[in-house]
């Protein structure tokens, strides 16, 4: 069974680069982050990966909302509210939003997470800020509504698609690792922001462990067979790299090759 992957662009942050690394950047220049969520489709189901933040939440924290996540994805043919199967990576504020669009799915998250954002973690300012509480709430309330699987460390999530545990940026950050033509393609989310997160071996300063942080980058580094397999959270070169989907903007496809020669 083939799988496909696309990433969709639904938001942008314009910043330097010594605000992406802890300890700075000597050489600071201009690294935007974007915004992005993800699909997983086959001929058997669709899997959507995160769910972005709306506009309320891009009014309250200064990002530019280019596309509501709905409209990005109903641009590819998916209708967000048939979808049956949501992976939620972490609950930031950025890839936790918009639930509601999603009235029939299952949302996928790690046992860890929710113990992360709804215990005493949540009490330190520095930690809770980029959470949102209203996403939260989303989440826990559809626990009892019982429309959330919870996954304690690595799992199956379908044949050709695991989920695997890599705390550090989040205490259960989750990637996604899914089986293509091209090889296992590594969903990274927020393991690495940028392919330069990987590269230098230093963490994006938003971090709950640092040293977990680090250990992932190892972990992650065996999930894939190139850092072409390897697909960042945040960084705009996702679609400069893949081949875009025709007529349709900011969606590029993650289970072809790169149309040029990856970092390496």
């Known amino acids: 069974m083939s799988n496909r992957i696309y990433a969709v662009r ?3 942050l314009d910043r330097l680069s010594d605000l992406n690394f802890i300890g700075g950047d000597d050489h600071a220049q201009r690294m935007p982050l974007d915004y992005f969520v993800w699909v997983i489709k086959s001929e058997a189901r669709t899997i959507v990966v995160d769910t972005g933040f709306d ?16 409209a990005g994805l109903a641009a590819m043919g998916v209708d967000a509210r048939e979808v049956q199967d949501v992976v939620i990576t972490h609950m930031h504020y950025d890839h936790a939003g918009n639930v ?17 954002c709804t215990g005493r973690a949540m009490t330190h300012p520095h930690l809770a800020a980029p959470f949102d509480a209203r996403n939260v709430m989303d989440m826990v ?21 695991t989920l695997h545990h890599l705390p550090g940026h989040t205490l259960g950050l989750q990637v996604v690792r899914v089986q293509t033509a091209r090889g296992p393609v590594v969903l990274a989310s927020d393991a690495i922001h940028f392919w330069a997160n990987l590269q230098r071996a230093i963490p994006f300063p938003v971090v ?9 980058l190892r972990k992650l580094q065996t999930l894939a067979p190139s850092i072409d397999h390897i697909i960042p959270g945040h960084d705009p070169e996702v679609l400069q790299r893949f081949v ?3 007529d349709a903007a900011d969606i590029v496809r993650l289970d072809l090759a790169p149309m040029a020669r990856g970092v390496s």
């Open 100 to 116: 509601p669009l999603f009235p029939q799915a299952r949302f996928h998250v790690q046992d860890a997470e929710m113990a992360y």
């Open 55 to 70: 506009a309320a939440g891009a009014a309250q924290r200064g990002r530019t909302l280019l596309r509501p996540v709905g």
């Open 10 to 12: 639904y938001g942008h």
């Open 244 to 246: 875009p989907e025709p």
């Open 208 to 216: 709950a462990d640092v040293v977990a942080y680090l250990e992932a």
């Open 141 to 161: 309330q559809r626990t009892f509504d019982g429309r959330v699987v919870f996954h304690a460390g690595d799992d199956e999530l379908y044949p050709g698609v």
